[in-house]
């Protein structure tokens, strides 16, 4: 493979380095808060479970941001096979985002929180957030002047790029108190903003995988094809409107939900596409294994089929119910963040920071741990989840704590596979480190 | 090959009918319930000032540590959601909440109830694979 590499990398770089060390803050706060499931109380008056949450939701949240930044950034620049026009504002947005990430982690361990799922932290944040971002935007716009005669993840990384601002604010109108009193509206407008965002940082990083793929193959042919434009136009669609099928429970306009249910089954096309694709996907598997971005490439591709297939059955809004509120639900975001996002964007970061033969062993025996533990991490949520179903369904006067202590044997599986998970992530992400000291 | 003005026909197509879902959605009104009143308000601030969504979930939505409370306010009397208020449980924390705020908080759960029901045993299922609220 053809390793370009170009002098401005090296502050690109910068946010997958930050990106790696908020993932293994991820990993730790994670397994606190797991250690929480098969120990219930263990941490209840020392650094309860409300702060570890948010600790390891917003360090992996924050890891996937600046590492799918950093692999925009990068491509963009080999893309362009020039160095980035706004070089400081690069560096201005790499240091606005560094500080709020450390400045939000800091304000959970005081139990300062604007408590929305997902983004816990105080909304004065989001100040800086939606700054850094807007400073991304500038960066990206002067450096992509015109979507004309692009390849497809121009387009991908455009569309992410704008989305998600949009969403972001969008996910900051609970500030509105006419708004955040309507309990419905207020919930409604929330899951419509994080089915968006999801789908604008996956429009990022999915546009970065398509770019490496290219990298790999050494042509654009994928990139310009009819193929490639219709999937991103129908990623597109989703990304707009199928985000009803969170809500499905939620006493909310009903067209919310016939549109979601609707617009979430024309994913199916996606999925009959990765079946009828599968023996050329391994020719081509078996081909590159040997080059490490492409390996986590095609990991990410595994998950995505798994992931995709639990996604498009929680979508019909009859089976959701057995899956809504469940560990089920969990599984799925364990999947599409670890499993797909973390996948790919180890892809990008080994295709972006040089490595040598030395650590091939290894990342190896690494990425093996790392999928097995994945599998077993993921299938015990499943049967979690559908342990509590039944409960919720056969007995309709359940006690949550009799529920949770039917449920405490997964929760040991679960707790043990994420140790074996984070142990896998370190020995795949410590030659990153040893690289970039080389490099 | 697609050509560009086509892709771009798409884009535009299909942004401006993302907009325009989205201020229907703003300003739709959920007519079904009333907003909460000021107490309650009160109580949901503090509900996410205090995160209890890391734990607890409404509509299924929120943590997998403790239980839904979207009808905790139909299913259990106010001492028993009080008790819990004040004191914790072995796993939820004793977050030493003042007697005005652990009003505001039941004033909030009640509001939340008056929602709508949150049970998924509750939902009629239907062939074409929709789901109702009985």
């Not at chain 1, 968006?196 to 990083?205: A, F, K, P, R, T």
């Not at chain 2, 079904?32 to 205090?50: F, I, R, V, Y």
């Not at chain 2, 839904?68 to 819990?84: G, P």
Request: glycine share 6%; with cysteine; aromatic share 18%.
């Amino acid at each position: 493979m053809e390793q370009y590499h170009n002098h401005n990398t090296k502050h690109t770089a910068s946010f997958i380095i930050a990106g790696l060390f908020l993932l293994l803050a991820a990993l730790l706060f994670g397994l606190a808060a797991a250690s929480e499931y098969a120990f219930p109380g263990l941490w209840r008056n020392t650094f309860s479970f409300e702060k570890l949450r948010p600790l390891h939701v917003s360090s992996a949240v924050f890891w996937i941001i600046l590492a799918a930044m950093g692999s925009v950034l990068s491509f963009l620049q080999q893309h362009r096979e020039e160095k980035l026009k706004y070089g400081f504002l690069v560096k201005w947005q790499f240091f606005m985002f560094l500080f709020s990430f450390t400045a939000i982690l800091i304000s959970y361990c005081f139990g300062i929180f604007g408590g929305r799922e997902y983004w816990e932290f105080h909304p004065v944040f989001s100040v800086f957030i939606a700054a850094g971002w807007g400073i991304f935007m500038i960066v990206f716009l002067s450096n992509v002047k015109t979507l004309k005669q692009q390849p497809v993840y121009v387009w991908m990384w455009f569309t992410g790029v704008l989305f998600f601002l949009f969403t972001y604010i969008e996910s900051n109108l609970w500030l509105i108190p006419a708004l955040r009193n309507d309990l419905i509206k207020d919930m409604t407008v929330q899951w419509k903003s994080y089915g968006s965002m999801v789908g604008s940082w996956n429009m990022l990083i999915y546009g970065s995988s398509v770019f490496l793929m290219d990298k790999i193959a050494g042509n654009k042919k994928y990139s310009f094809s009819t193929i490639a434009f219709a999937l991103y136009f129908l990623g597109l669609f989703n990304l707009m409107f199928n985000w009803g099928h969170h809500i499905y429970t939620l006493p909310t306009q009903p067209y919310v939900k016939h549109i979601g249910y609707a617009v979430s089954m024309t994913e199916l096309f996606i999925f009959g596409r990765i079946i009828y694709l599968w023996r050329s996907s391994l020719s081509t598997a078996r081909k590159n294994f040997h080059i490490i971005p492409f390996k986590f490439l095609a990991a990410a591709d595994a998950w995505i089929f798994l992931t995709l297939g639990l996604a498009i059955a929680m979508s019909v809004p009859a089976l959701n119910v057995y899956m809504h509120g469940t560990h089920t639900v969990v599984a799925h975001t364990m999947g599409a963040t670890i499993g797909i996002n973390s996948m790919l964007l180890l892809a990008f970061a080994y295709d972006i920071i040089p490595q040598t033969n030395a650590f091939k062993k290894q990342i190896n025996r690494g990425y093996l741990l790392l999928n097995s533990s994945l599998a077993v991490f993921w299938l015990t949520l499943i049967i979690a989840g559908f342990i509590k179903s039944y409960r919720q369904f056969t007995e309709p006067q359940f006690a949550y704590g009799d529920m949770m202590k039917s449920l405490h044997p997964w929760f040991y599986v679960f707790f043990i596979s994420g140790c074996f998970l984070a142990a896998a992530f370190f020995m795949v992400i410590l030659p990153l480190f040893k690289g970039l000291k080389r490099g | 090959m697609i050509s560009f003005r086509y892709k771009l026909f798409l884009l535009v197509t299909l942004s401006a009918a993302f907009l325009s879902y989205s201020a229907l959605l703003y300003f739709a009104d959920s007519k079904e319930t009333q907003p909460a009143n000021a107490l309650a308000q009160k109580g949901k601030m503090l509900w996410q000032q205090k995160n209890c969504t890391a734990c607890h979930q409404l509509y299924g939505l929120g943590g997998h540590l403790g239980p839904d409370l979207t009808n905790v306010y139909a299913t259990r009397t106010e001492e028993h959601i009080t008790t819990y208020l004040k004191y914790g449980s072995p796993v939820m924390p004793d977050y030493n909440l003042s007697a005005e705020e652990q009003t505001a908080l039941l004033e909030f759960l009640k509001y939340v109830n008056t929602t709508g029901v949150a049970h998924p045993a509750s939902f009629l299922k239907h062939t074409n694979g929709t789901i109702s609220q009985p």
